[in-house]
């Protein structure tokens, strides 16, 4: 158990839908990490925020957006959702993104749209 | 931008046995750090082993031991005594020495090991 939780485990929804992603990170991290994970992308990077603030952004979608609370909780919204969106959606968090913070991922969200 | 090639898909080794699974890079960067994630049937993603660019020493976990050629942006992981625990999608990655407080890892697109009686 590496500490980070996410909710929910699976979701199926359909296309055209909006849907959130949950992710409660380590205590004391304060740094939070998105990955997507599908068949024909492999696993990359969408999205980091650090202490409630974006710090780095990869291949994320307009129709996908993101934020950090004062919790210091994320949560991954996608909308107008496509079948391609399917995927595995992983949150990770690190203390900080400075020096070498391992980044300790969480068991991640199966999204399907059908 | 920093790429991650992982050229073999699939390997396969016999329980007890050796096996070491490829990785390159591409970065401009003099510092950085590599690992290997290893992701079971469970999908949770395991970190390996790690290794600081500035470092020469290949690091070492227990069955798990890298070669690290910084001059050809080579990093393989080297499994000893092969267990049937030892199957999964291994990913290697790659991140910067960030400054500031950004630190994306990039990974190659896997290798699925499996492991054989």
């Known amino acids: 158990d590496s500490g980070v939780t996410q909710t929910p485990k699976h979701l199926i929804t359909a296309t055209g839908q909006r849907v959130t992603l949950r992710c409660s990170p380590r205590?004391?991290?304060?740094?939070v990490y998105w990955y997507q994970q599908s068949l024909d992308q492999g696993l990359q990077f969408l999205i980091q925020?650090?202490?409630?603030?974006?710090?780095a952004k990869g291949n994320i979608l307009e129709r996908f957006s993101a934020q950090q609370f004062p919790d210091l909780h994320s949560e991954l919204n996608l909308s107008s959702l496509e079948l391609g969106d399917s995927a595995l959606y992983f949150c990770?968090?690190?203390?900080?993104?400075?020096?070498?913070?391992?980044?300790?991922f969480g068991p991640g969200t199966r999204l399907t749209v059908l | 931008a920093q790429t991650v090639t992982q050229s073999q898909p699939e390997m396969s080794v016999q329980e007890a046995e050796t096996v070491t699974l490829s990785c390159t890079y591409d970065t401009s960067e003099s510092d950085y750090y590599l690992f290997w994630y290893k992701q079971p049937p469970s999908r949770q993603m395991i970190l390996v082993i790690r290794q600081e660019a500035y470092k020469q020493q290949n690091a070492t976990e227990n069955r798990f031991s890298v070669n690290f050629q910084k001059a050809a942006k080579s990093f393989s992981l080297k499994i000893s005594d092969s267990q049937l625990g030892d199957a999964a999608m291994y990913f290697c990655?790659?991140?910067?020495?960030?400054?500031?407080?950004?630190?994306?890892?990039?990974f190659g697109t896997g290798t699925r090991l499996q492991v054989t009686l």
């Open positions: 205590s004391g991290d304060l740094s």
């Open positions: 925020y650090y202490n409630g603030e974006e710090r």
């Open positions: 990655a790659y991140r910067r020495v960030n400054t500031g407080t950004a630190s994306k890892l990039t």
């Open positions: 990770a968090s690190s203390t900080s993104g400075q020096g070498y913070n391992e980044q300790f």
